[in-house]
């Protein structure tokens, strides 16, 4: 299953280092299948954290192909990733560019545990760029946050005969 990124802008009232309220809008990345869910698993998502008045101001679909997080990183990076490939017939190289978030503390950490995470790649690949995104969180979906109940009148299927 490939993931949908939604970048959602939210704004809200922070206290900054001097104890002083500003007013900011920051960036974040949710997984949804469409913007109606990614509104509400933002707003999920952030009333945990945000213990005040939040508006989401905007909701775009991402360019963001793949994430690689890593426990000891404390920023995302937004890599700017080329695959190269030979088409058979013509033999002309054909480049594709995917953007791909890391999480790393500098650009150097993000571009050595990019490259270790696409190692195994059959496709040859070069890593054009890599900068510090304004991203501060990502929020992937995880199948045990499914929590539906299963109506009492339907079994799983395991339990059905054939």
């Known amino acids: 299953m490939t993931n949908n990124w939604f970048e959602c ?58 994430l690689f997080p ?27 560019n995917n953007y791909m978030l890391v999480e790393a503390n500098n650009v150097k950490d993000a571009y050595e545990y990019l490259t270790e995470g696409l190692s195994d790649m059959i496709v040859p690949f070069e890593i054009p760029s890599v900068a510090e995104s304004p991203i501060m969180d990502v929020f992937p979906f995880f199948k045990d946050e499914l929590n539906e109940e299963i109506p009492e009148n339907l079994k799983p299927l395991a339990e059905v005969e054939d």
């Open 9 to 66: 802008k939210v704004k809200y009232v922070k206290i900054d280092e001097n104890g002083k309220e500003k007013k900011v809008t920051e960036p974040y990345l949710v997984d949804a299948v469409s913007f109606t869910e990614a509104e509400a698993r933002i707003h999920t998502e952030l009333e945990k954290m945000i213990h005040s008045d939040f508006i989401v101001t905007n909701i775009s679909k991402s360019n963001i192909s793949e």
């Open 70 to 96: 890593n426990e000891n990183g404390d920023r995302w990076f937004k890599a700017k990733t080329t695959f190269v490939s030979v088409d058979e017939e013509s033999g002309k190289e054909k480049k594709s």
